[in-house]
T-cell receptor
Framework: KQEVTQIPAALSVPEGENLVLNCSFT??????LQWFRQDPGKGLTSLLL?????REQTSGRLNASLDKSSGRSTLYIAASQPGDSATYLC?????????FGAGTTVTVRA | DAEITQSPRHKITETGRQVTLACHQT?????MFWYRQDLGHGLRLIHY???????NKGEVSDGYSVSRSNTEDLPLTLESAASSQTSVYFC?????????????FGPGTRLLVL
């Protein structure tokens, strides 16, 4: 069974600092990995999707890397802003479903 | 703009009652999913569908059912609500094409079973 772990569970940084969020998974036989953002009381918003054949994806200040062989992905958020405060979840897709991590809750202090 | 909506957004019901949660998407996606989100368990897949008349069980499907009669809708039914089904329920949809599997989520339904 796929297990997805996100460390740390919570993170607090001053505005302007770069954020590094980690995700690890136990079974490397994945199709893709997706990073989501969830604001309190809201649904999930997709940030980036990385195919299993890719090493990284970028969108604006966000960059996600994938090392499938070691079962790791990292989400980098450059020059953090208070509006980046949210919970970030990673999810890996195997043959039919997404398996989610518990998330990292980020607070960016102004 | 295309979107995915859920109704109701909040629901209180009693143990033993049948409850149906609605999910409607205008993305014209073939794939639709139902998840529940609980503290300590994260998001878990309940049921999913890859197209009209297709439904499949996820990892926590006991006590739930779905039907897919058109592309846009995948209602989730709790046959006889139990307190353990108190949760936040999310519907999601995605395309089938490889490279386009991004899942788009609805705003969620908060269900309380008393």
């Amino acid at each position: 069974k796929q297990e997805v772990t996100q460390i740390p569970a919570a993170l607090s940084v001053p505005e302007g600092e770069n954020l590094v969020l980690n995700c690890s998974f136990t079974d490397s036989a994945i199709y893709n990995l997706q990073w989501f953002r969830q604001d309190p009381g809201k649904g999930l918003t997709s940030l980036l999707l990385i195919q299993s054949s890719q090493r990284e994806q970028t969108s604006g200040r966000l960059n996600a890397s994938l090392d499938k062989s070691s079962g790791r992905s990292t989400l980098y958020i450059a020059a953090s802003q208070p509006g980046d405060s949210a919970t970030y979840l990673c999810a890996v897709k195997d043959d039919y479903k997404l398996s989610f991590g518990a998330g990292t809750t980020v607070t960016v202090r102004a | 703009d295309a979107e995915i909506t859920q109704s109701p957004r909040h629901k209180i019901t009693e143990t033993g009652r049948q409850v149906t949660l609605a999910c409607h998407q205008t993305w014209n996606h073939n794939n639709m999913f139902w998840y529940r989100q609980d503290l300590g368990h994260g998001l878990r897949l309940i049921h999913y569908s890859y197209g009209v008349q297709d439904t499949n069980k996820g990892e926590v499907s006991d006590g739930y059912s779905v039907s897919r009669s058109n592309t846009e809708d995948l209602p989730l039914t709790l046959e006889s609500a139990a307190s353990s089904q108190t949760s936040v329920y999310f519907c999601a949809s995605s395309e089938s094409r490889r490279g386009q599997e991004t899942q788009y989520f609805g705003p969620g339904t908060r269900l309380l079973v008393l």
